[in-house]
Every structure is written in structure tokens, then in C-alpha cells.
């Protein structure tokens, strides 16, 4: 197996080490958890020297395999106070793979407040002084390190959010343009960056040999499959790669689900105006890109470039949750307004979805005027500023609702909810309230059987079969976050029955193992027990697994309530 | 018994409703701790209508009993996320026990932005627009509304901070002076007054009957031997009326437990400067007022009054923890530059505590340099302007070092630690990580026995018996604050055999009964148990019975380090 890359961001020194048998075979949300529990004190403070940020490939990261290229960033979550892993594509997981690092440990914190950058290649790693990136944004980082250590280097870098240690602050990915469209976005982790300042790591794989497949044909001929089966699934391939994520505007807007003003509504009026499809039109019409990868070797490509009204760049990566945050949420409808708060986030360095609902609690504390594009635009470019209003809302939903002492914050572990409203997507709602993560939705995408029918069909509105949903997602999805594959192959591999087989035999093909699909699910399962035990060590328990009391209030046009009973959510995660 | 007075501050309605059995015999910290147990849902958030604030006379208060006039606040605090009590002296508590109301209890929450005024009187209850209060700081309120009901009302009201529901917030009682000089302080109570609109609480007991006493003559020998004890105990006869509670800066400082620059050192160069000593040579020099009540009845008289160079009233009730927090642990050495902040605190409605700290913590995160008194009262003032730097800084220290990514913040349950370094008085220490109420010094005072010699000696700097010292203080404590007693008379009590048993004469000849010093103490550990049990289903653990890491660092000058375990400390209030 491959090495631990140990790098002491106090004394600057590192230490390769062997994997040992208790870490062999674990990867990406695997790897990270698991040492986060071995290693991490659980009542640390998350800014403090104890704290460790972790970055870790999949186990399939490297290999041919379509879509598994993400990489896994983990620590003790400033935001949550328990633990998290934050995925992202770009470039930076297959080049550490290619370089034989099983997972970067950044330990201890400076006691100066001067920031470093760490070069990792083929030849060693360098701990340099980063005084001309500091204070500087997320695409300026990137185009200097792309200028000075190479075009395709992979870049993980924070911006100003995570100099001043926020808790909304995320760390980006350099995607296939240098260009900061990639988000390690959730639970703050650019803070703990911050905190052991670091500004950036450039990873480069030139001369590096390539992932080692034992048996290369049978390799070739599981992932044909799974290349097929990702292209023939409607999601994957039809309106994943013709919309992007964007697609589900106008879907869950008509569910009712489509959480508007700060979850007073489950439809947005101007739902038009920021849809997939208008989104599809504007970057068509001014020149953008509809649809690429987020990292090599993606064949759903979900990701795009929307360009301003004068036909240059103005954001990528351009989501969902993203539109949702920063539109309905805030009640926002033009989309030029949304894109340009997108790319402050990405900027700045900010997780997105905490951003969009920190502005909606914003405006709900009288801070700026719902749905004025403008003043919310200047609200979060405090931020990069450096100003006080900056430290309040960059700090997330959570505490800027305690600063203008609201009482109605949709937020689970401080972590601010996403897209779906819990009430009429029941499924994802108890993956809200239960996953160690705070809430999350990629941790157990309930919206699939909720919504989209895929992988059967769940009433939203109702209790029933939605504990049983979210419990099997959220194990699969451990399990598909320790590979190193994009989350929206779940799609195809639950409308198919030879999905986990295929992924089992690409694994079996590389490692020379002998897995089955029952052995990825205890994967799931370890990686969830994990987790819960750090949390559980952090203090937590099942009163936290809950929706706030806001969501007992009726959510029109369904008039759905929330009314999940904590023993019944806690038969989530009990096995 | 008396009567529960409920108001609905949404509905503007209010009810008597007699004391059920199983409330009988209780008031003060008894009381509302029991309520709140009983009726708040301890999941519910602080600022929200299920939260219930409420406000219970001890059960000595209108009785002659010296000392027997704390108020009693209590509610889910919106600090700690815990339950909470803060008592405090005035006017109130002994009106309220003449009046037979046994507690005010404010329910609900109002969906408007108007405040209302509450008057009670003995022709009944009117709730009021307070539209001309609002906006105003506490001297000015207590002013217009001694104007207008009579220059010896009770008063109870919030400042700027209460109405902004910052998590300092404190609500203030009206001294004998008609000054805001007295503190319900801690854990934000002042934030939930806010949340319920409710601006002031008029008290006025024109007309009432006297309390009535059963056994009087019993009554007069028990408090005369009661007078006696607290005149001839050395601090409550001597050191407390003759240099109030700053006569501690001396002795804390030269025992190296005075808590110097965000608790990096026992000793301050410049204790001098702003002690007990110095502030009456001040006091004396300026015409102002040594030594006074808190409430009528009251023996001690450590409140004070301190005047400005020109001679005119700047602060009153200038107390030991207000100048320790804003003196030594912000380095600041001008005393009239903390008495400014001192006032200011009362005026805004702020935990003179919390803010101090939080000071610190904000010089300890570059926002004001360390030891400027001048740029500490503009900062200060920012919460008055409504200003977003008041928005931090008002929510406490936890907040604010969040606010500015530190890592280094004197917190338990996210409430500032007072003014006794915890590892140079380890009894106190042992009270700060595990009181249901936060970092508390008046919940279990371990500085009698750890520093002053008083109700025996155990060493500050060692383990050796200050779980068992914090303990017996902790169950004492909450007796004599369910009596409405001065936490004070506890210096006497300790020194006394004869302490306990003239309590438990007095309440006997008040109410007929036939109490023994074990009643009283079985009263204080239930007191801890309903307080603990709300804890536990508000979800607190042991994990949360702990000092920060930075306590682990070593304390000149005694280089003394916190060594409790998480075992050790669990035994503290287990009983």
C-alpha cells in the first residue's frame, strides 16, 4: 500500500510512513475518519494545535475508473464541532495517488502568523514562505501557482475566509482550467487551514508512474461496463450532462420542495429565473460552457462555465445548491446576481450553501432587504474585506442568527440545511438530522426514491420507509465516498442491480482482493460507526440528531410538518 | 403560600394561579429551577416562545431576616444553552414577597417589533406600550420610570444589549439610588427579556401588607443572633464594608490567582493601581459613597458609588469581578477608564463579566490593542450604536473569539470564566467546569477555604480536596440562593457553628415549620438535580463538564497547571 505524508506546520518538518495493517485497503472518507478518531482528541478545540486536516484519496483514485477522482478532506469540523470529510473533484486526488500518498496529515499550528505553501512532487516536498499569496483570492492563488509550477498542477488553497479562520470557510480545488470552480465547501474545514496556516498545497505528479493494476484486463472490462452504465442512466446521462446540477430547479420547485425565504415555502415564484433551463440558455447565448468534468476521467460532467453579460468569465462550477442558497432561499432571482455571489465564494473561499443561507437569515434579521441582489453581493464581499460584518456572517448561519438573536436558524450540528426542504423530502430530512455531519444531504441523498424515483419510490410526505431510505443511502454513500467515486453514480447504481458488483470487480481488479458487495456496506457501516464514536466522544448525542423547532411550523403548498420522533430517528444510524 | 403570576406576552394576558403542592415551600433558585425543569422544553431554542422567563423572591425576602433580598432570575439561557439562575439585589424581591406574588413567569413571544412595560402593583397588573422606553439605555429608563410610579419602585429592565438579544445581555434592577447598579448578570438572561419584548417590570408595593411571620418573637431572637454573626465575621463586618468586594485584588493578586491577560499570568504589574485600596482613597477624594446596600435590610453593604474627577456620579456598585475583568485581564490599569466601562455595562444591560472577558479576547485577536482603556470603551459603545462590532462582542467571549478564529478562549458551557484562575484556586476551579450554570464563582465559592481561610483550609494549588469543598459549596450555594439570602452570608455561615441552624430558626418561626440544617442541604442538592436533569435533556454530557486546553498551559507565577480528569471532576455533583 501507499504512504502517510506527516507534515508539522509548526516545526516544518514531515515524515513519510508506511500505512500499517489497520489502515491497509482504506481510502478517501475511510481513511479520514479513521484517523480522525485514532488521532484527533475529540474535545480539542478544532482551531487548536490538536486538531488535525487530512486529505486522502479513494481507493480507486488514479485508476481508470470513471468518476473517482474525488478527494476527501477531514478534521474535527470548526463549524459542527464533530467530525467531517468534505469531497471534491479537481485534479490534487489522482496525482497523490499517482505519487503513492495514501493521505496528507497537516498537524500542530504555527505560533507566527506567517503562512506557507506546501509543493508536493516526485522529487520530495517543500515548505515555503507564502507571504506573496496571503491575503489574496482563491483564482489569483491559482493562476500564480499554475505560472510557476506548471499548467496542470493540482491545487488545494483557502482564500481569505480561511486566513481569518471562519467557520463557513472551505478549501478549493484548482479545477481542469486552474480555476478555483471545485469546493471542499462544507463544515469550515479552510478554518482549520487557516488556523495551521497553510495558504496552499500544489500537488504535481509529472514523472510520477501510474496506479498499479494487478489485473489490468479484467479492470478494463469492469469499468466498460460501468462507463455504460453511468451513460445509459437518464440522471447520469441525459440531465446531469445537458442542464448540470441546475437541472433540479424547476423538479423540486414543483415537488414543493424548493425551500423559499428562508423555508417559508416549498415553491419560489421566480423558480423560472434561476433554472437549469434559463441557466442552459444564458451560457449558450453568451458563449459559456454547458457541461465539462470537475477532474479527468469524469464521463457525467455536471460542472460548466457561465460567462457575464459581456460574454467573459465570470463563474464555474455553477450548482443546484448553489442557485438554491443564493435564490429562493434569499428570494434573489437574477441569476447574474447568483453567479456573481458564487464566485465570491469560490474567492473568498466559502462553502456555498452556508453562504446563500446566512444571507437568507440575514435578511430575515433585517440585515439587507430580501431579494436585493445587490446588497447581498456587498454583504458577503465584507468577507473579503476583512470587516466585522464579515466575521459575522462568515462564520455561518448558525452565528449570524445568534448575532441578530433570531430564534428560527435551519441549521442541524450549526451545519445550514441545503436544498431540499425536510418537511417534503422526508428522506433527506432524516439524513439531516441524523448523519454526523450536520446537515448534509450528499451524506444520504434521499431526494432519489423521495423525488426522482430512482431506486423505487418513497412517499416525501410521509414517516414511512424514509428511516430505512436514508440508513441504506447513507451507508452506500461511506462506502462511495471511500472509493474516491463521484456521489452521482449513485444514480446508476441504484437502478441497476449490477452496480456494487461492478465497482467490487474494478476494486478486486486493482487490489487483487476479493470483495463483494456485502463487504462495501460493512465498509459503509465502519466508516458511519466511526464517525458516530468521535462525535459521541466530542459530546454529542441524540439530542443533536434533530431538526430545529422551525420545521414544525406547516410548509406550503403540501402543508408538510415535520414529525419524526428522536427514538425514531434513532434507529438511523443502530446497526 | 402565594401566587404564580403568568404573563403572555403575546397575547398580552395574565393569570394568577395558586402554588400547587408541589411547589410549596419554594422560591428564589428553588423555584424557578424547578419550572423551568417542569415547563420549558429543554431542546427549545433560548430566544423562541417556548422559553419562559421567570423572576422568584427567595423565601426569606420581605421578611426582616438581614440579607434576605435577592432576586432570582431564571430561564434556558441563551449563553449557555443550559439552564440558568442569576440573582441579583434591588428593590424588587422583597416588594414581590409584599405583594404574595411567589414568581413572575413570562411566557411566549410577541410576532410584532412593539415593546411593552409591565406595572404591578396591589390593584393588579397592567401590561403597557413602552414605545418611549425603547432605544434607551438603563439610567435613562429607570429614571422616567421612578418619574412617573414613585422614587422607590422596584425596577427591573433591559438596555440596548437586551433589546438586540445578545447573549451578554443582562437585566438590571434599580439600586436604592433608582440606578441600574444591580445586575441580573449572567448567561444572557437580559436576551430572553428581549426575545419577549419586554422592556421594563415596574414593582410597587404602595399599600401592601407586611409578610407575615408566624412566630415573630422567635423570628427577632433568630435574626439578632443572625445581625450579630455577619457584623463580627471579619469579611462580612469588615473587609466587605470597608473596601466592597474590590478589597479581593490585593489578596487574589499577591495569591497569583488573579487571572492577568487573558489568563496567561496570576499576577498583574499594575494590581496596584486598580484595588480596593486605591479605589476608596478614589471614592473618599471624589465625594463618592464607600460602602451601601444592595436591597433595604442589607448588613454588608458592599455596593458603592464612584464619582468622576469633576465629583458627578460616574458608577455604582463597582464590584471586584467587574474590575478584575475589565482591569487585569485586558491589562488596562486606569481605574476611572473601568468604572467608565463599568458603566456602560449597566447602562447597555451587559454582564459586566462576560464583557470584560470578552474584551480580552477581543485585544487577544488584534481588535483593540491590548491594555487601551480608550479604544476599549468605543468598542463598547458599539453595542449601544446597534453597530455589527456590537453584535459580536455583545454575544460574549465564546462568540467573539469564534468571531476572530482563536482557539484560546476562557469558556465553560461558552460562558467567560470569572475572576479566580482556576489553577491557583482549584476549588473554584472545580466549581467553573462543573455547575450547571457555566464558569461560575458564586456557584461554589472555593475561595473561602482555598485562599481566605475561611470554613477551614485546603490547598489552592493541589487536588486534595477541593472536589469535596466545591460540593458542599455548590449544595449550600443553591440553598441560600432559594432563601433570597446574600451568597455573602456564607463567610459567616462557614465560620459558624451556629450559621446553618439560626437560617433554619428564621424559617422556622416565618412559616411555621420545623427545618434542620439537613433539610436545608437536601434543598440545595435537589435544587442541583432538577438543574442538572434539564442539562442532561438540553443535551449536555460530561464532556461539557470541562475547563478549556488553555488551562493545561502552566500559570506564573506559581506554574500551576489543571490536572482534574473528567472522572475526578463527574464525582462533583454526583449525590
Keep these: 500500500m501507499g504512504k502517510l505524508l506527516r507534515i508539522n506546520t509548526r516545526e516544518k518538518t514531515l515524515n513519510f510512513e508506511k500505512t500499517t495493517d489497520a489502515y491497509a485497503g482504506l481510502g478517501g472518507r475511510a481513511l479520514t475518519s479513521k484517523l480522525i478518531l485514532d488521532e484527533v482528541p ?62 496528507i496529515i497537516l498537524e500542530d499550528k504555527p505560533e507566527t502568523s506567517d503562512f506557507s505553501l506546501i509543493v508536493i512532487d516526485k ?36 482564500g481569505q475566509a480561511g486566513e481569518q479562520c471562519l467557520k463557513g470557510a472551505s478549501i478549493q480545488q484548482a479545477d481542469m482550467n486552474g480555476r478555483p470552480g471545485r469546493a471542499h465547501g462544507r463544515g469550515g474545514l479552510g478554518a482549520v487551514m487557516g488556523a495551521k496556516k497553510i495558504k496552499a498545497i500544489v500537488v504535481d505528479d509529472k514523472g510520477a508512474s501510474r496506479v498499479e493494476i494487478k489485473d489490468k484486463e479484467a479492470f478494463k472490462a469492469a469499468n466498460k461496463k460501468w462507463v455504460e452504465m453511468l451513460r445509459k442512466h437518464p440522471v447520469t446521462g441525459e440531465g446531469l450532462p445537458a442542464l448540470g446540477t441546475a437541472v433540479l430547479v424547476n423538479v423540486i420547485n414543483e415537488a414543493g420542495a424548493f425551500p ?7 415553491q419560489f415564484e421566480h423558480a423560472q429565473d434561476i433554472s437549469g433551463e434559463k441557466m442552459a440558455e444564458i451560457i449558450e447565448k453568451r458563449g459559456g460552457v454547458i457541461s465539462e468534468p470537475c477532474h479527468p476521467g469524469c464521463v457525467i460532467k455536471c460542472s460548466n462555465v457561465y460567462n457575464n453579460k459581456e460574454g467573459k468569465y465570470l463563474t464555474s462550477g455553477f450548482e443546484y445548491e448553489t442557485i438554491w442558497a443564493f435564490g429562493a432561499h434569499t428570494t434573489i432571482k437574477e441569476l447574474d446576481d447568483i453567479a456573481m455571489l458564487d464566485r465570491l465564494c469560490d474567492d ?20 439587507i432587504p430580501w431579494g436585493d441582489g445587490k446588497a447581498a453581493i456587498d454583504l458577503l464581499s465584507k468577507i473579503g474585506q476583512y470587516a466585522s460584518e464579515g466575521k459575522i456572517i462568515g462564520n455561518g448561519a448558525g452565528f449570524t442568527g445568534d448575532a441578530l438573536g433570531l430564534d428560527r436558524i435551519p441549521i442541524v450540528k450549526n451545519q445550514a440545511l441545503p436544498a431540499y426542504d425536510p418537511r417534503s423530502v422526508k428522506g433527506v430530512g432524516v439524513t439531516y438530522a441524523t448523519t454526523p455531519m450536520g446537515a448534509d444531504h450528499t451524506a444520504g441523498y434521499g431526494v432519489t426514491a423521495n423525488i426522482l424515483s430512482v431506486g423505487g419510490t418513497i412517499d416525501p410526505h410521509k414517516k414511512e420507509g424514509n428511516i430505512e431510505l436514508s440508513q441504506g443511502l447513507q451507508i452506500a454513500t461511506a462506502a462511495v ?69 422551525m420545521f414544525y411550523e406547516k410548509l406550503p403548498p403540501h402543508d408538510t410538518q415535520w414529525d419524526f420522533t428522536s427514538e425514531e430517528l434513532s434507529k438511523t444510524l443502530n446497526f
Tied chains: 1, 2.
Excluded at 52 to 60: E, Q, R, S
Excluded at 67 to 77: F, H, P, V
Excluded at 147 to 156: A, D, P, T
Aim: charged share 20%.
Design 260 to 266: 423559499t425565504k428562508n423555508f417559508r415555502s416549498g
Design 481 to 549: 465516498d471511500a472509493a474516491g467515486l463521484c456521489l452521482f453514480v449513485a444514480f446508476a447504481v441504484l437502478d441497476n442491480d449490477d452496480g456494487l458488483p461492478t465497482i467490487c470487480e474494478m476494486l478486486n481488479a486493482q487490489y487483487g482482493l476479493s470483495l463483494a458487495p456485502a463487504d462495501v456496506l460493512e465498509l459503509g457501516k465502519s466508516i458511519l460507526n466511526n464517525e458516530k464514536e468521535f462525535n459521541r466522544k466530542a459530546g454529542f448525542t441524540k439530542i443533536d440528531d434533530r431538526l430545529p423547532e
Design 348 to 367: 473568498f473561499g466559502l462553502d456555498t450553501i452556508e453562504m446563500g443561507v446566512t444571507l437568507g437569515v440575514a435578511m430575515d434579521g433585517g440585515m
Design 42 to 103: 475529540a474535545t480539542c478545540h478544532p482551531l487548536g494545535k490538536a486538531n488535525k486536516l487530512i486529505f486522502a484519496p479513494g481507493i480507486l483514485a488514479g485508476s481508470p475508473a470513471a468518476d473517482s477522482g474525488r478527494l476527501s478532506a477531514g478534521a474535527k469540523s470548526p463549524l459542527t464541532g464533530g467530525i467531517k470529510e468534505s469531497n471534491a473533484g479537481g485534479l490534487v486526488s489522482q496525482k497523490l495517488a499517482r505519487l503513492g500518498i495514501t493521505a
Design 123 to 158: 522529487d520530495g516536498i517543500r515548505i515555503l514562505p507564502a507571504d506573496d499569496l496571503v491575503g489574496k483570492g482563491n483564482y489569483a492563488v491559482m493562476e500564480t501557482l499554475w505560472e510557476k509550477y506548471g499548467k496542470n498542477v493540482g491545487v488545494l488553497s483557502i
